[in-house]
């Protein structure tokens, strides 16, 4: 079974500095992965996702993450937070064979960033 | 494109109460999915749907009853609200295979009293 573990609850940076969100996962197979953001209030949002091509995934407001099999890591990272960046991120596998696309949500990491 | 949409945003019930959610998607997707988001528990699915005129049940299907009726709407009812269905409800789609994200919608906000 697929399964991800999102390493801290909580972040807290300043603005201006670099954004560091841990994610492991396991699986079986070679894994679809996904971050998504839910600001307080709103829905969740697709950061990016990985499916198999490029290591290194970009995503929207500056975000990235790299996919590292020998790791079963896919941290995401943003070399500058800024304020609007607060918001909580869950981490975020694809499982198969259930006739749909189930995915598996991390417990997320709660990111404050601080002026 | 307007993506998912839900309405309504926020309601109350008294217990006993009946309503029903409505998700809509403009992106042609054949995936419909409702989860409830409570604190401490995650995302949890009530039941999803493969493509228009199915449903099936997902984690935590009791006391909800689904239809999809037309590809782009998926409606979510509660026939008997109860409190402990208070919750904050979030409809998402995608396209099929498993290594296609899914898209949320912005979310109902239920209290039932």
């Known amino acids: 079974a697929q399964s991800v573990t999102q390493l801290d609850s909580h972040v807290s940076v300043s603005e201006g500095t670099p954004v560091l969100l841990r994610c492991n996962y396991s699986?079986?197979?070679?894994?679809?992965l996904f971050w998504y953001v839910q600001h307080p209030n709103k829905g969740l949002q697709l950061l990016l996702k990985?499916?198999?091509?490029?290591?290194l995934v970009k995503g929207i407001n500056g975000f990235e993450a790299e996919f590292k099999k020998s790791e079963t890591s896919f941290h995401l990272t943003k070399p500058s937070a800024h304020m609007s960046d607060a918001a909580e991120y869950f981490c975020v596998v694809s499982d198969q064979g259930f006739g749909y696309n189930k995915l598996i949500f991390g417990a997320g990491t709660r990111l404050a960033v601080h002026p | 494109n307007a993506g998912v949409t839900q309405t309504p945003k926020f309601r109350v019930l008294k217990t006993g109460q009946s309503m029903t959610l409505l998700c809509a998607q403009d992106m042609n997707h054949e995936y419909m999915y409702w989860y409830r988001q409570d604190p401490g528990m995650g995302l949890r699915l009530i039941h999803y749907?493969?493509?228009?005129?199915?449903?099936a049940k997902g984690e935590v299907p009791d006391g909800y009853n689904v239809s999809r009726l037309k590809k782009q709407n998926f409606l979510l009812g509660l026939e008997s609200a109860a409190p402990s269905q208070t919750s904050v409800y979030f409809c998402a789609s995608s396209k099929t295979g498993r290594d296609k994200a899914q898209y949320f919608g912005p979310g109902t906000r239920l209290l039932v009293l």
């Open positions: 749907s493969v493509g228009e005129g199915t449903t």
């Open positions: 990985y499916t198999s091509a490029a290591t």
């Open positions: 699986s079986s197979y070679s894994p679809s």
